[in-house]
């Protein structure tokens, strides 16, 4: 499969505990993207990567979070002190950046918060 | 800030119909904009998109019009098929130096197609 994948595909935490996701983008894809996607609404943008650098992020992103991307290629979001209201769909999207507009998605990581 | 606004929330057609979902969008820098099907528990899947230097686009059954003065954009689904039937999501795209940012997301259109 040469999708985007993530890891895990679900999680489980307590609150209070921390957690990291794993996104692999498609092969050659510079730009990596991760939003956030509660139930009946639409996916919310988070951050985005164009190959190693961090170029947005969102406001909704508190201090709790932080992505990184280190060698351009795959990218992990870890948020700390994980609170309820953390619990959603974390999804990744990867593009070809400034050679393509489409982004295509990851299946996400479920995370739910106890 | 930026905002998306999709309508209707939920649309029930009959195989065979027409179904058509509508969006609107507040940036006036935004140029790109796709669709998005996402099945039960699947990922979103991009269906079609448009740029802002076209008026309509179409795939087969699919069809998107954009309306860059009234800041509007359209999915039309011709022959509706009971496999349409899922949530779809519009978004929009400020793009800025030829390479898309982030998206935009409307709130979804739940499909249903009766056989």
């Known amino acids: 499969d040469t999708g985007v994948s993530q890891d895990p595909r679900h999680k489980i935490t307590k609150r209070g505990q921390n957690v990291t996701f794993r996104c692999d983008p498609i092969?050659?894809?510079?730009?990596l993207y991760w939003y956030r996607q509660t139930l009946g609404q639409g996916p919310e943008f988070l951050t985005y990567f164009q190959n190693e650098a961090q170029l947005e992020k969102s406001r909704l992103l508190s201090d709790r979070f932080s992505a990184e991307r280190p060698k351009g290629s795959f990218s992990t979001l870890e948020i700390q002190r994980t609170e309820q209201g953390d619990s959603a769909m974390y999804l990744c999207a990867s593009s070809l950046g400034s050679v393509s507009y489409e982004q295509y998605f990851g299946p996400g990581t479920r995370l739910t918060v106890t | 800030g930026e905002n998306v606004e999709q309508h209707p929330s939920t649309l029930s057609v009959q195989e065979g119909d027409s179904a058509v979902i509508k969006c609107t969008y507040s940036?006036?820098?935004?140029?790109?904009f796709p669709w998005y099907k996402q099945e039960l528990g699947k990922r979103p899947q991009l269906i079609i998109d448009i740029r802002s230097n076209v008026g309509e686009k179409k795939d087969q059954r699919i069809a998107v019009t954009l309306n860059k003065t009234a800041k509007h954009f359209s999915l039309h689904i011709t022959e509706t098929q009971p496999e349409d039937s899922a949530v779809y999501f519009c978004a929009a795209s400020p793009n800025y130096g030829g390479a898309t940012n982030k998206l935009i997301f409307g709130t979804g259109t739940l499909l249903a197609v009766q056989p």
């Open positions: 092969s050659e894809h510079n730009r």
């Open positions: 940036d006036s820098a935004s140029n790109y």
